[in-house]
């Protein structure tokens, strides 16, 4: 049996199988942010991003590791292919974390050795022993994935685990990369890895999955069932296509239904101790972070925590949980931390309040980016009546969003429409330069008025795929949320901002879009010689 925890392990892939999202790419500010979230949520492994691939991600992960990475915080990982120079890039990356490790992965599947890798099993199994030993001479925390383990021969599969392991791998990774599995297939092959693989003892088994058929949550407790200690998920189940097994899904189904899996994993059923360090408390605060900033909206109907997760429409639900909420709720929404808090902070609050509640909610300012936000917050306080929390997240998270030293800073727009009135806008930019740039341009509306303005003064070509708009909160006064997607030679660029005039927010969320364009278009490369590594060679684990 492989090595147990004792109970099961959260590794948190968000910063980098989430941001593979289209559009959610992240700064260094924004990622920061979200693994202090993290640390806070209680995740026991922060996978932080792919060091090698370019050197943005190298300094976020480096950054993440000395600044999260503490001796009574989470592990930071990065993740590497089989590769020597990528691998040397992430324990550098690393270096600075109390707990580090090192993700190396290989395909094993077939149909990767033969139309990605153009290896023999042979090739592939010396790759791993001679990779994942020279990943330990490194560091003593290793993980060694079998890419594509789903679609892939169980008796080679086995043979390269049993490498892995006795070439210094601490933890082997199982992922359904292509979600392709069903809970009753890939709990056999967690079952089948635990029968065959003579060390598999001394490493903890850790799962990773997708979910193109709606089936990665499933798969994951399937896992548990049959051994599998550690969880690789994201926030809001973001990723590639279909996106990856959701974090607070996973966590509020072992803490709901502990009572069940207590047994597999050796406990008596009715042991009332948590399967996981997750704060769950902290949940619904972490989900807000990530979706404002990298601008993905949740679902309403979004298990755990969507806007309508705890909502009661049918006046029987309604009458059953007036009288008793356990009758159609399993779970109290206060667990997830879900409550209407009301921002106890009007026009005469001070910084000091102000920055206390922005810490409570996750957010830690440097001092000018902390004045911007006061500002907004004074500003908001002028026109609307009640200020929730969800209005303060909206504000500092395009705060956050922010490049360093953005190209562009709307100054000013100003719109003219109405019945039989061509749709007209005037917006003012200022450029890196300090010189302010005005444009006037029609448009079939006036949002669609002001991007024409805006893309006359930016003159940077691209194409708008995604404009979705959202109310904050309830009532006439609420902040709208905007989120635009631009598609720049073939990579999506996303924008978010918030304000009570959606033109405004349309505008700066635009704004965002092009900093954020202009800032990737020009990204350079971790090594001299080297370009980041396109797309195709992304990991797709």
Do not use: W
Request: charged fraction near 25%.
């Amino acid at each position: 049996m492989a090595r147990d925890p004792g109970r099961v392990l959260i590794f948190d892939t968000t910063l980098r199988d989430g941001e593979q999202s289209p559009g959610a790419s992240l700064n260094l500010e924004e990622k920061l942010a979200i693994a202090q979230q993290l640390a806070r949520l209680g995740v026991d492994i922060i996978e932080a991003g792919f060091p090698f691939a370019s050197s943005g991600d190298f300094h976020a992960v480096q950054k993440i590791a000395a600044t999260v990475g503490t001796a009574d915080g989470p592990v930071i990982c990065g993740l590497a292919r089989a590769a020597s120079g990528d691998i040397k890039a992430c324990a550098e990356a690393v270096a600075p974390a109390a707990h580090r490790r090192i993700h190396t992965f290989i395909a094993t599947s077939d149909i990767h050795l033969e139309h990605k890798l153009r290896k023999s099993r042979a090739e592939v199994l010396a790759i791993t022993e001679e990779m994942v030993a020279y990943a330990r001479s490194l560091v003593e925390d290793v993980e060694f994935s079998c890419e594509d383990a789903g679609r892939s021969d169980p008796a080679f599969m086995h043979e390269v685990i049993e490498a892995a392991i006795k070439a210094g791998a601490t933890t082997i990774n199982i992922p359904d990369t292509v979600g392709y599995t069903t809970p009753a297939e890939f709990g056999e092959i967690i079952a089948g890895i635990n029968r065959s693989v003579p060390n598999i003892d001394q490493a903890v088994i850790s799962v990773h999955g997708h979910n193109d058929l709606g089936l990665a949550v499933a798969n994951f407790l399937e896992a548990v069932k049959h051994g599998a200690r550690q969880l690789e998920c994201t926030i809001n189940g973001i990723g590639e296509r279909a996106g990856n097994a959701s974090l607070e899904e996973l966590v509020m189904a072992l803490h709901v239904r502990r009572s069940y899996f207590n047994p597999f994993l050796g406990r008596p059923a009715e042991q009332r101790d948590p399967l996981t360090n997750v704060r769950t408390e902290e949940i619904t605060k972490t989900s807000r972070l990530v979706s404002n900033l990298t601008g993905m909206a949740v679902q309403p109907n979004k298990a755990i925590v969507g806007a309508n997760a705890f909502a009661h429409e049918s006046g029987i639900h309604q009458d059953g949980v007036l009288k008793n909420r356990l009758t159609y709720e399993i779970i109290d929404a206060r667990t997830v931390g879900l409550a209407d808090n009301r921002l106890s902070l009007g026009k005469l609050s001070g910084r000091s309040a102000f920055r206390a509640r922005l810490e409570e909610l996750g957010y830690t300012l440097e001092r000018n980016d902390l004045d911007d936000a006061f500002a907004r917050f004074k500003e908001l306080a002028d026109r609307k009546r009640e200020i929730t929390d969800r209005d303060l997240e909206a504000i500092v998270s395009e705060q956050v969003q922010q490049q360093d030293g953005p190209r562009y800073a709307l100054q000013s727009v100003q719109v003219s429409c109405g019945t039989n009135l061509q749709p007209t806008a005037t917006v003012t930019l200022r450029d890196g330069d300090g010189i302010d740039l005005t444009e006037a341009a029609i448009g079939t509306g006036p949002v669609d008025a002001v991007c024409q303005a805006l893309n006359h003064l930016a003159q940077v070509p691209n194409e708008l795929v995604e404009f979705s708009i959202k109310s904050v909160t309830e009532g006439i006064d609420a902040m709208g949320e905007v989120t635009i997607r631009l598609r720049h030679q073939g990579v999506l660029y996303s924008g978010h901002a918030a304000d009570t005039d959606i033109v405004v927010a349309a505008a700066q969320a635009f704004v965002n879009a092009l900093n954020r364009l202009v800032s990737g278009s020009q990204r350079a490369p971790l090594h001299p010689q080297k370009t980041p590594l396109p797309v195709a060679e992304l990991p797709r684990l």
